[in-house]
């Protein structure tokens, strides 16, 4: 009996040492997830996704920043070449806050937010304003004194908020001009009195030997550039030699409310230029007032064939095609044309197969050669057309689908219509080696 009860002491001995150390582990886990989670402190105004433009008011002058096409920042109205403005915003969302400042006296002087020199207002999409003050940096150089309108509290806040305290905008236009390649752009926007367009880089290209970029606007499809046409590359020469040489002495206006040109680049590394060409100088002189990146100096440059620069037209540029890839890069192709339907098979490269049946591989080689020279000839405004001559339906590898359908426009162009959208016209007789080879298949 003695043996028994000395055994469940032990017993419960053990059971309340288990417990206590349970209970120790547990509690220095917690305290470890307090360490963890400890966060430094912040003061969220916005989200960032709401706010739809705010405004710099510092000892440089008034800076409205605005939203342009849901993409790119401008800044008093010009195109922001940088990111400068998504990093302030970055910050202006969530600040971050050193120190609370105990202000019994109420007095604002000694910490420069009496006369603030630095106001920042952000406007929401719901149309909710918020103010805000940045001071005088402290004598640690721990941070800024910060302050909310409408509000007592005083902060010292990050020194992050020196980008906002000494943000200019008159940058010299030699800082960012670089040579522009065709291999190193990223994005381009072109706009003058009779084009705007956009090209942009493919993600991930159908082929490596096609061209590395396609015209996002103002087609409804993704064309590719078309790298072999001269003009763009002349365009090209044309950007790397316009450089910041000679300002302007004239007093007038320069023309560039409505320019001959706005073009913005975009390099893959995030390097950005801009040029902006105004009115002609002198008329028939070639030599036109140009402004670069976001400096407000005028110059004058002279543009040995002003026409091309300013017309480049993207039906030009652009591989219209029902086809953007290699004919190995293909699974099927589906044509209908005057009652008859041809369905390529392409997955077998020994053999290809139409309507099931063999055919022969020059006549379909010779065939996808044709689809590929089907490329748009100019753009029109939008209107009813006529009947379908021919659709062409492109299964790529990937699966990825192309649709077209080329329908009677009048006496000398087809319509090209995608996804009900019809903007481009192409000549009737570029069809004629289309239609030939078309009758040389056999059908069932």
Request: proline share 3%.
């Amino acid at each position: 009996m003695k043996k028994r009860k000395i055994a469940i002491l032990f017993l419960l001995a053990a059971c309340f040492g288990l417990s206590a150390a349970f209970l120790l582990l547990s509690n220095n886990n917690d305290n470890t997830k307090l360490v963890e989670a400890k966060q430094p402190a912040t003061i969220e105004l916005a989200n960032p996704e709401s706010i739809t433009e705010f405004a710099i008011q510092n000892a440089n002058g008034v800076f409205q920043f605005t939203k342009k096409e849901e993409l790119l920042w401008a800044v008093n109205g010009e195109s922001l070449l940088d990111n400068k403005a998504d990093q302030m915003l970055e910050w202006l969302t969530k600040v971050e806050i050193k120190r609370t400042i105990e202000n019994k006296s109420g007095a604002l002087a000694e910490f420069g937010l009496n006369d603030a020199k630095t106001q920042v207002t952000i406007l929401t999409k719901d149309q909710k304003e918020i103010t805000i003050f940045i001071g005088n940096e402290t004598a640690t150089k721990e941070g800024y004194y910060f302050k909310k309108a409408g509000e007592d509290t005083i902060y010292i806040v990050s020194n992050e908020a020196a980008q906002i305290v000494s943000f200019s905008n008159d940058t010299s236009p030699q800082q960012t001009f670089f040579q522009v390649s065709l291999v190193n752009i990223e994005k381009l926007e072109y706009s003058s009195k009779s084009q705007q367009f956009t090209i942009a880089r493919f993600g991930e290209k159908k082929d490596k030997n096609f061209s590395d970029y396609y015209i996002e606007q103002p087609f409804k499809t993704k064309p590719q550039l078309d790298i072999s046409v001269p003009e763009f590359p002349a365009f090209i020469e044309f950007v790397n030699g316009a450089i910041p040489l000679t300002e302007t002495e004239v007093k007038k206006e320069f023309g560039f409310a409505q320019p001959n040109l706005d073009v913005w680049i975009q390099t893959i590394d995030g390097e950005a230029k801009r040029i902006i060409v105004g009115d002609e100088v002198a008329e028939g002189s070639n030599r036109y007032f140009m402004k670069f990146n976001t400096s407000n100096h005028v110059y004058e440059m002279e543009i040995e064939q002003p026409d091309q620069i300013f017309g480049l037209d993207p039906a030009k540029l652009a591989i219209q095609a029902p086809v953007y890839a290699f004919i190995n890069k293909i699974k099927k192709i589906e044509i209908e044309h005057q009652d008859k339907r041809y369905a390529l098979n392409l997955e077998d490269i020994n053999q290809y197969y139409v309507n099931n049946r063999k055919a022969d591989k020059q006549l379909i080689k010779d065939l996808y050669l044709s689809l590929l020279e089907l490329k748009a000839d100019t753009n029109i405004e939008e209107r009813t057309t006529g009947d379908s001559i021919l659709t062409v339906s492109v299964t790529y590898a990937d699966n990825d689908v192309t649709m077209l359908s080329y329908q009677d426009f009048d006496e000398l162009f087809y319509s090209i219509s995608q996804d009900g959208h019809t903007e481009f016209v192409i000549a009737k007789d570029k069809f004629n080696r289309v239609f030939e080879l078309l009758s040389k298949i056999q059908m069932e």
